[in-house]
């Protein structure tokens, strides 16, 4: 059974940070290229950042680019999402998925085939 588990959403003040995991099983994880999203009620998901696991190929949306890290631990099947630098117009709830094959740059919400249940990630002072 394909699964992927996000942990890791808090409420943190504006200028914290924070970091999200991805818990993958399943599927050969090393073979695949994931992702992060997010999405905030009443707007549509957006894709913010992915990795290719086997290369570490990596992509970031402008919006989180030089702040967010995404990384991932092939021996554990779990990616990560180092967020620093948090703004208030981070809060979201934050998903990850699987996107496919594809180098990291093809990272939309129209290619993630499998999804988590998301997190929730609230900064507020």
């Known amino acids: 059974q394909v699964q992927l588990v996000e942990s890791g959403g808090d409420l943190v003040q504006p200028g914290g940070s924070l970091r999200l995991s991805c818990a993958a099983s399943?599927?050969?994880?090393?073979?695949?290229?994931l992702g992060w999203f997010r999405q905030v009620p009443g707007k549509e998901r957006e894709a913010i950042s992915c990795?290719?696991?086997?290369?570490?190929?990596?992509y970031y949306a402008d919006s989180v680019k030089g702040r967010f890290t995404i990384s991932r631990d092939n021996a554990k099947n779990t990616m990560y999402l180092q967020m620093n630098s948090l703004k208030p117009e981070d809060t979201a709830v934050y998903f990850c998925?699987?996107?496919?094959?594809?180098?990291?740059?093809?990272?939309?919400?129209?290619?993630?085939?499998?999804w988590g249940q998301g997190t929730q990630v609230t900064v507020s002072s």
């Open positions: 990795i290719k696991t086997s290369d570490g190929d990596t």
């Open positions: 399943g599927f050969s994880f090393g073979y695949y290229t």
């Open positions: 998925a699987v996107v496919g094959w594809e180098p990291a740059r093809y990272c939309t919400v129209a290619r993630a085939q499998i």
